[in-house]
């Protein structure tokens, strides 16, 4: 599999696609919507993370969640590795699953990083993909809430780049069929945080490093410093952060969710009157809590992207609107109008019978089964190959594909 299809896999920043859309919702029993059609994955998988890529080689789209990969069609899972709670039980240590070939013998591996351990990681694929995966260890920053794979400098060079406690770390892997090697790049910590994201801000045509605090512009030579622009503060950010021209002025602007609040909000970027980058608040959404992954495409093929996020549910169990219903929803913003307009791909019904408790607190029991929400990532990508971008969404209450019908 190339690096160009394994990015598009994978959800990562820039993999611009030709996609798809859909406003209608549907309920827990899957039945068909207009526009979209969920499918349960495995919908007692706890995992947050997820990686899509043809794993067994037959040519189809496989999922890779958790401590199991999951063969297209059927979806017959394998279990590969052992993946452990963390020191708070309503967590797993498996905060990234991003597809990748690490050491180029043409089966795709995985590129993990866990909270409680501190671990980044890669899961190398065996020659037989059923059996038991080996597990490598990169690195031991601290602790992370996610993590991505970015084209950050444009050329096709994988980077690694994990959401660090209080660093801003990235690890680029260095092309060889001989040995792996990670490359390790530590930027400035001021603008580390919960959150964090790539866009070109300054229209320099180089790709800048968004976090909660401000950004961090790339230099010219890539062996150079990053200069930190404080332009903002977000408070507890998605990953990701986006960054895009969603009002077709010209100029990049920022949209985030608030990863343990509840909103989800844009920054429109401008000119001051002396001509300096000024940026203003607006509202998106207010109305649901725990906005962590966000991811762009173009959902109802016009052209234009839009983005996809939703409810992570039980984010943390103990926070407000987190029994609230579950979630998955598209954002556009109509030029015309000047607004954004939100669609609708799934909402499920509120937790009743969580317990008071919230040491007790279990999505799997807690929400209805077959409820779908977010995790820590998402992956948009054509899984059936008719032309239309889909979702796969992982969560602590289930994994789930939701089919884009826009094709139909």
């Known amino acids: 599999m190339s690096l160009l299809r394994v990015l598009i896999a994978a959800a990562v920043p820039f993999a611009f696609l030709p996609t798809a859309f859909g406003p209608t919702a549907f309920g827990d029993d899957g039945q068909p919507s207009p526009k979209w059609r969920k499918h349960s994955i495995n919908d007692m998988s706890p995992f947050e993370a997820v990686g899509v890529a043809d794993f067994n080689g037959d040519g189809k789209l496989d999922v890779f969640s958790g401590d199991s990969w999951y063969a297209a069609p059927s979806w017959t899972q394998h279990k590969v590795r052992e993946v452990l709670p963390g020191t708070n039980p309503h967590y797993h240590e498996d905060f990234a699953d991003v597809p990748l070939d690490v050491n180029q013998d043409g089966r795709i ?11 980044v990681a890669w899961v190398e694929q065996p020659i037989d993909p059923t059996k038991p995966w080996i597990e490598h260890t990169i690195d031991t920053p601290g602790s992370m809430e996610t993590g991505s794979l970015v084209n950050l400098y444009g050329d096709g060079t994988p980077v690694f780049f994990p ?18 090697e990670w490359k390790k790049r530590l930027l400035a910590p001021e603008g580390s945080g919960h959150g964090q994201g790539t866009a070109d801000i300054n229209a320099d045509g180089r790709i800048d490093i968004l976090t909660p605090k401000g950004w961090y512009e790339q230099p010219a030579v890539r062996t150079g410093e990053w200069t930190f622009h404080a332009d903002w503060s977000l408070g507890t950010a998605s990953i990701e952060i986006l960054g895009h021209d969603f009002d077709g002025d010209g100029d990049t602007d920022v949209v985030w969710g608030m990863g343990h609040e509840f909103g989800l909000y844009c920054l429109k970027q401008s000119k001051d009157a002396d001509g300096k980058r000024a940026w203003g608040k607006e509202d998106i959404d207010t109305q649901f809590s725990q906005v962590h992954t966000l991811h762009l495409a173009d959902f109802d093929g016009d052209g234009e992207l839009e983005f996809v996020t939703g409810k992570r549910i039980y984010a943390h169990a103990s926070e407000a609107g987190a029994t609230d219903k579950p979630c998955v929803y598209t954002y556009k913003f109509d030029r015309k109008g000047s607004k954004w307009v939100k669609s609708v791909v799934y909402e499920g019904e509120p937790a009743p019978a969580a317990p008071i408790k919230i040491e007790d607190r279990d999505a799997l029991k807690d929400f209805r089964r077959g409820s779908a929400g977010t995790g820590l990532q998402m992956a948009v990508c054509d899984m059936d190959g008719d032309g239309d971008i889909d979702l796969v969404a992982p969560g602590k209450s289930g994994l789930y594909w939701f089919e884009n019908l826009r094709k139909r």
């Open 163 to 180: 959401n660090v406690g209080g660093q801003m770390v990235l690890y680029e892997l260095v092309p060889s069929k001989e040995k792996v």
């Open 109 to 119: 591996d995985i590129v993990t990083c866990a909270y409680f351990s501190k671990r």
